[in-house]
């Protein structure tokens, strides 16, 4: 046990760290995982159909048709709402909203939330 | 020393009478009236005859006739003088005088003041730091300051009321700058995204602006809030625009703001890297008292008429905005956004979206500035800022002079610093509250101008664009707005909006009439043709202080006739149709108002009954025709107008027939009334006798049928007396 532990000590870290080639793989390995790392939450305002002010309820309603996990942030109206849906990738995001737009009967439009400025010329 | 004081005793003596006679005429104040007298006066043709024509004269005699010690004052013109009374106000000397029958006209003469330009300090010039042009967008235009937009002149019709809210929507705003101290209501930070609100907290009541700077680290931090954002200081962005819009002005400190006496109110919405499209919407929404869930209502008091949006981004406008603005729309308040800044490309939204009045940038000579956005969506345009010298250290000539913070990253307690030609103001954001400010302005002399109105009087009243004087040989006429960038160009009325913003003009046109009110009074509404209507306006009524000068009538139709003195006309129409009067009425100010009436004209129906002539036996019924009428789908109505007791209708009277139904003999006169669809009415009438009933059995019966009548004559003779008593007592039974 001890040799084996002794073993992969080494084996797992320092001779790895040690050794340039190690180091590299350990480098692209990093990148590799920070590649499939989720992207930021994507930011999108909802119109529901009917009238809500229950964050709770909104985010239950919001996440049960993106199939994505979401959390509330905002109201901006009794009917628009601002949520933050966390995605896998980006093309995971792409298709929430996508099934968040197709389903008409629950919202009556679905928009990114912008960032606006007020930049210098 | 004898003589010095027998002198200080000689003025003394002189003193005192001054000042007593001083203190009478201080508590008798003295009315000041500019007279004008009939050219066919009577005591003008006395004069005239008399030895001495002088205005003094004329002012007594007409005094002793009024009963008034009036004084005379200055000539103005031939017949025209001003006159001077003490004991009564001036507007009461004017009615006096103008009820007179030698005076055309009595109108007080008031104290005027040149447009004063404000005592802020930096309005008309700025020493060191500059800008030596002070505050040149807001004063009136000159050959330099082409886009000028004479707020100045603006404020001689107001000077903008505190009841009238423009409400910026922005970074929030330092309340400790002297010159917005008194000038901001509480406001709201709408900012839910803590990093973005760089305040620790999500929404609160607190729109102060905490700074927005973002350090190089924060703009380079892979997957960080803010990378990609630009390292900046901070703007101080709601400061500025709010100092445009409304600092305090004539208070011999600092700046003068367009909005001046406005108040201001201050919505956070934007943080570090700007804000997003929930929290500037949740904040507009608020602002102009709309639900928010989760927030307080802005109390009524505070609610805007005005939301100035200095900010955007690319994009056609989204639908949660064209929600909002046209929910704002519809609570009455006015949407001021700003272009955009990206060099002639499309403009930003939310300035693109329907309802928000759009704002482009000019230079100090007019033509669109490089930075700014164009397109259709443009409603009007305004000064934005620019600087003729580009090169380092040179100072910049006709920026936005503002209020500012010192602060380069959190603000400097109490500083009130301000813009200048080296940390210069220049971008739309900066046109836009010159337009709201004049919205405010607008709104304070007329509250009840709606969005739409009000965008109307602001395009109506721009003066338009200028076509020469560009900074440089080749610039060229604004083109739509394309992928490629546009730098400076002549503006048009399909890129640049309907002109240049002229806020002098803008606040006047938004002022209600105070002309005279114009009341038409006509003897018809509907006439035949060829038949006279009488149009009176003599109840027309002239402001407090003024009198009637003159009376115009114009007639779109038909034969005008104007009585003499102008008060009444006859309208004669001669054809079919309507025919629109309008009557304009002058005071003796030279203001105008003018009103209109309708008279509609046509052929008055024909009535005819038939049978015209007939007659009926009582106790049989007789159907009379109207259907001859020329009626054209109008009333029919009948009516006994002769012989009721022996005659009545059986069924209805407003048909094109009726059945008569005599029930004893004598004379029934039937009327029958046409009316048509335009109220024409015509009436015939149809005389019937009635005459009794042949006697059963008639002449077939021969002998027997006549020796019965005279039995019965016989009869009816020996019953006489009775006979009568009873038929005169039938009608009791």
Redesign the interface.
């Known amino acids: 046990m001890h040799a084996r532990g002794a073993r992969a000590g080494p084996t797992y870290t320092a001779p790895m760290l040690r050794s340039p080639l190690a180091a590299l793989m350990f480098c692209a390995l990093g990148v590799a995982a920070c590649a499939v790392e989720p992207p930021?939450p994507l930011?999108v305002?909802v119109?529901l159909a009917q009238p809500e002010?229950d964050p709770a309820v909104i985010a239950r309603t919001v996440e049960r048709v993106a199939a994505t996990p979401v959390s509330y942030?905002?109201?901006?109206?009794?009917?628009?709402?601002?949520l933050a849906l966390r995605c896998a990738d980006a093309a995971a995001c792409d298709e929430a909203l996508r099934r968040l737009r197709a389903d008409t009967a629950t919202f009556a439009?679905v928009?990114r939330?912008?960032?606006?400025?007020?930049?210098?010329? | 020393m004898r003589h010095l004081l027998t002198t200080l005793a000689a003025l003394l003596a002189l003193w005192l009478p001054a000042t007593h006679s001083a203190a009478q005429a201080q508590a008798q104040p003295t009315a000041r009236v500019i007279v004008k007298f009939k050219a066919d006066s009577a005591l003008l043709r006395r004069q005239a005859q008399s030895a001495a024509e002088h205005h003094s004269d004329r002012a007594q005699a007409l005094g002793a006739k009024l009963g008034l010690a009036l004084r005379s004052g200055a000539g103005v013109a031939e017949r025209t003088q001003v006159v001077l009374a003490g004991g009564l106000s001036s507007e009461q000397l004017a009615a006096r005088l103008a009820a007179d029958a030698d005076v055309e006209y009595a109108v007080v003469d008031q104290r005027r003041r040149p447009f004063a330009a404000p005592n802020d300090p930096r309005y008309l010039t700025v020493g060191g730091t500059g800008p030596a042009a002070g505050q040149w967008y807001l004063r009136p235009p000159t050959s330099t300051f082409v886009s000028a937009i004479d707020a100045e002149t603006a404020w001689d019709v107001s000077t903008g009321s505190s009841s009238v809210v423009v409400a910026v929507i922005?970074?929030g705003v330092r309340f400790d700058h002297a010159d917005l101290v008194g000038r901001l209501l509480p406001g709201y930070d709408f900012i839910?995204?803590v990093p973005t609100a760089n305040d620790s907290d999500?929404?609160d009541a607190d729109a102060s602006d905490p700074g927005d700077w973002i350090t190089q680290a924060e703009d380079q931090q892979a997957?960080g809030p803010f990378e990609g954002c630009g390292a900046a200081d901070s703007?101080w962005?709601g400061t500025q625009v709010s100092g445009l819009i409304g600092a305090a002005t004539d208070n011999a400190d600092g700046m003068a703001s367009v909005g001046r006496n406005v108040m201001v109110l201050p919505v956070r919405v934007?943080g570090k890297?700007?804000?997003?499209?929930?929290?500037?919407?949740?904040g507009m929404?608020w602002a102009a008292g709309?639900?928010?869930?989760?927030?307080p209502a802005n109390p009524v008091a505070n609610r805007a008429k005005v939301l100035n949006l200095?900010?955007?981004?690319p994009?056609a406008c989204?639908?949660?905005y064209v929600?909002?603005v046209a929910?704002i729309n519809a609570a009455g308040a006015v949407v001021v956004a700003?272009a955009g800044?990206s060099?002639g490309h499309a403009v930003h939204?939310p300035a693109n979206c329907p309802g928000v009045i759009a704002v482009a940038a000019l230079r100090n000579v007019g033509t669109k500035v490089?930075?700014s956005d164009i397109g259709p969506e443009v409603a009007v345009s305004a000064p934005g800022g620019n600087c003729v010298n580009i090169g380092a250290n040179e100072p910049c000539l006709y920026p936005i002079l503002t209020a500012t913070n010192a602060g380069t990253t959190t603000p400097v307690a109490g500083s009130s610093a301000y813009t200048d030609s080296f940390n210069s103001t220049?971008?739309t954001?900066f046109s836009a509250p010159l337009v709201a400010g004049t919205a405010g302005l607008m709104l304070s002399v007329q509250p009840a101008l709606t969005p739409t109105n009000t965008r109307d009087v602001l395009q109506c009243t721009a003066r338009a664009f200028p076509t020469t004087g560009g900074a440089s040989g080749s610039v060229t006429q604004c083109r739509a707005p394309s992928a490629t960038v546009q730098f400076e160009c002549y503006c048009t009325t399909s890129t640049c909006g309907a002109g240049m913003l002229n806020a002098a003009a803008a606040v006047r046109a938004a002022t209600p009439a105070s002309g005279p009110t114009v009341v038409i009074e006509a003897s018809a509404a509907n006439a035949p043709v060829g038949t006279a209507v009488t149009l009176d306006g003599s109840a027309s009524q002239p402001p407090a202080g003024r009198t009637i000068t003159g009376f115009q009538w114009a007639a779109t139709g038909g034969n005008l006739v104007v009585a003499a003195g102008g008060m009444t006309a006859t309208l004669t129409p001669t054809a079919i149709g309507s025919v629109t009067v309008s009557l304009t009425v002058t005071d003796s100010a030279s203001a105008q108002t003018s009103a209109s009436a309708v008279v509609t004209t046509g052929s008055p129906p024909v009535a005819r009954i038939s049978p015209s002539t007939a007659s009926v036996v009582a106790g049989e019924s007789l159907v009379l025709d109207g259907s001859a009428s020329s009626h054209s789908g109008g009333q029919f109505q009948w009516a006994i107008t002769t012989g009721a007791p022996i005659a009545s209708f059986s069924g209805a009277t407003n048909g094109t027939s009726a059945t008569l139904l005599p029930t004893g003999v004598g004379t029934v006169v039937v009327r029958l009334a046409v009316t048509d669809a335009t109220g024409f009415t015509s009436e015939a009438s149809s005389t019937i006798p009635v005459t009794a009933p042949p006697p059963s059995g008639g002449g077939a019966l021969g002998l027997p049928w006549l020796l019965g009548l005279v039995l019965a004559v016989l009869a009816l003779g020996a019953r006489r007396g009775t006979a009568g008593r009873s038929r005169r007592q039938s009608p009791l039974a």
């Open positions: 930021p930011r305002l119109k002010t942030l905002a109201a901006t109206s009794p009917h628009w709402h601002a439009a928009q939330d912008e960032r606006r400025r007020s930049p210098a010329p | 922005d970074t839910a995204d999500e929404r997957g703007l962005h934007l890297c700007g804000g997003f499209d929930s929290d500037i919407i949740a929404r709309l639900n928010v869930p989760g927030v200095s900010l955007g981004g994009g989204a639908q949660s929600d909002a929910a700003s800044n060099a939204t490089g930075f220049f971008g954001s």
